[in-house]
């Protein structure tokens, strides 16, 4: 089931939960209101007219409608003796006004008009202290009775009122039977908007799928998805779909571009290798001397493959998220043992370490032992013949500061931003270091950013190049 048939169904259920109590209420609240008005009009009436009859000079009578009444009016003695009644009403069904007093009736409206308007605090009307409401039923009809003890003077009486409820009957009927009809007119008409209003809101949802069927089919992570005109959750949606198929494109563009260096420079020591042994193969009786140097030129390249090989499980391990395992260990001593090492890597450079502070840091001992044996390898490698390297340690805080500096060739101001990606070398590195694989920084930066740390280069052309490396003290102390 899709998602707009289901919010159409909802709503749907929803207005089908709501409109019975809202049909019941409307017609409650129509129908008694015009049985009050009609009870209102009758009380009115007839008090209204026990001020005339008791006000008449020739003893108590009524004054004489029109035929075709509304309202009939009739006046009847203490004991119940009819003595005048308005013209046309001859007719009409008498009742004893006593036994309307003695028995008064309630209001005319049914008992679903009594049940809802007490929930919105409105009452019936109630006749006065001494008078009372009663109905009459004839086979063509009900009548509504009200009727009004009088005194004035000596003279006394009862006053009643009589209207038909035929026509207000009637209409009360057919309400009843429109209200239903009425209100499922309405809930289809609901289910039919709710089904356009969930269609046109869920419209930015089907084209985000078709785009992303587009995209699927084509491989094309170039394309886009137009975003909604509002910027409401759809939008945000899209929006942020947008920049995945960007982050997409651009670790595809990534990997297509690693693949590509990848397989580049693991080509060029196998050809050497192949070419070499393919020499040796065909020509067994060569000098002694060239032998050697074929041997000498298979062994370079198998040990820079191993080295490339190596590096790349390791970035291998990187992009898998494994991590380090982080144990305490005194920084300074594997300051101390990369700097030994590298002193029998120099040729004709000076190295030297300052400045140098005692430090314990939580990390892992071979990765931070290889990262400085590859900022420290690439410092040598270009610094020329009687220039410095320098190596440091000092503490900052709660952090500790490792730096390589070099009084080298330098790096170029917009190669710099570039150094760290994979496979990445400026012209004078590749031209200085044929046999570097251009991961070593790559590397570097992702045991710096496993030990929760920083690493950044400040370089200028022929000035030389300052490596540092901020890594967080053990538990923020120095111990």
């Known amino acids: 089931m899709s998602i707009r048939l289901r919010l159409a169904l909802c709503y749907g259920a929803l207005f089908a939960l709501i409109l019975p109590f809202v049909t019941g209420l409307s017609y409650a609240i129509h129908a008694r209101g015009q049985y009050d008005d009609l009870d209102r009009t009758l009380i009115v009436s007839t008090e209204h007219a026990a001020v005339e009859a008791a006000s008449s000079a020739s ?3 009524l004054a004489q409608g029109e035929k075709g009444f509304e309202i009939a009016l009739r006046l009847y003695s203490p004991n119940g003796l009819l003595q005048d009644q308005t013209l046309g009403t001859a007719s009409l069904p008498s009742i004893d006004p006593r036994l309307i007093l003695r028995t008064p009736t309630g209001p005319a409206f049914d008992t679903m008009a009594r049940l809802f308007p007490p929930l919105l605090g409105t009452a019936a009307v109630t006749p006065d202290r001494g008078s009372a409401f009663g109905l009459m039923s004839t086979p063509q009809q009900r009548w509504r009775v009200y009727v009004l ?7 006394a009486g009862y006053l009643e009122a009589v209207t038909p409820l035929g026509r207000l009957d009637d ?7 429109t209200l239903p009809l009425v209100g499922l007119v309405s809930l289809l008409v609901a289910l039919l908007g709710s089904w356009a209003i969930a269609g ?13 069927q587009t995209i699927t089919f084509s491989r094309d992570l170039s394309r886009r998805i137009a975003a909604p005109m509002h910027h409401d959750e759809l939008g945000r949606l899209a929006a942020t779909f947008n920049e995945m198929l960007v982050s997409i494109n651009t670790a595809h563009q990534t990997q297509q571009r690693f693949v590509a260096d990848a397989s580049h420079e693991l080509r060029a020591p196998l050809t050497a290798i192949q070419g070499n042994i393919e020499l040796l193969r065909r020509k067994p009786e060569m000098p002694d001397i060239d032998r050697a140097e074929a041997l000498i030129e298979l062994e370079r ?6 080295r490339l090989v190596a590096d790349l499980l390791i970035l291998a391990r990187a992009d898998a998220g494994i991590a380090l395992k982080h144990c305490p260990l005194d920084l300074d001593l ?10 029998y890597l120099a040729h004709g450079q000076t190295l030297q370490l300052a400045p140098f502070e005692p430090v314990q840091i939580e990390g892992d001992e071979d990765r931070l032992k290889q990262l400085l044996l590859i900022l420290l390898d690439n410092a040598l490698k270009y610094t020329p013949v009687g220039d410095q390297v320098t190596l440091g340690l000092c503490r900052h805080g709660c952090e500790v500061d ?21 496979f990445y070398r400026a012209d004078p590195a590749r031209s200085r ?6 991961l070593g920084l790559s590397i570097a930066q992702w045991i710096v950013e496993q030990h929760a740390g920083k690493i950044w280069l400040e370089s200028q052309p022929r000035q030389g190049t300052l490596v540092t490396v901020r890594l967080p003290l053990r538990d923020h102390s120095s111990h």
């Open 171 to 177: 209409s009360i009927q057919i309400f009843r039977l």
């Open 433 to 438: 270091d044929p046999g570097g694989t251009g």
């Open 301 to 306: 390249e198998a040990a820079r493959l191993s």
């Open 149 to 155: 003890p009088f005194h004035a003077g000596q003279r």
């Open 59 to 61: 003893g108590p009578h």
């Open 402 to 422: 490792m730096l390589v500096r070099d009084t080298g060739i330098g790096i170029e101001p917009e190669v710099l931003p570039h150094v760290f990606e994979r």
């Open 334 to 343: 594997l300051v101390l043992d990369a700097f030994r090492e590298t002193r």
């Open 200 to 212: 046109n809101a869920l419209r930015p949802v089907t084209q985000m799928i078709q785009a992303a």
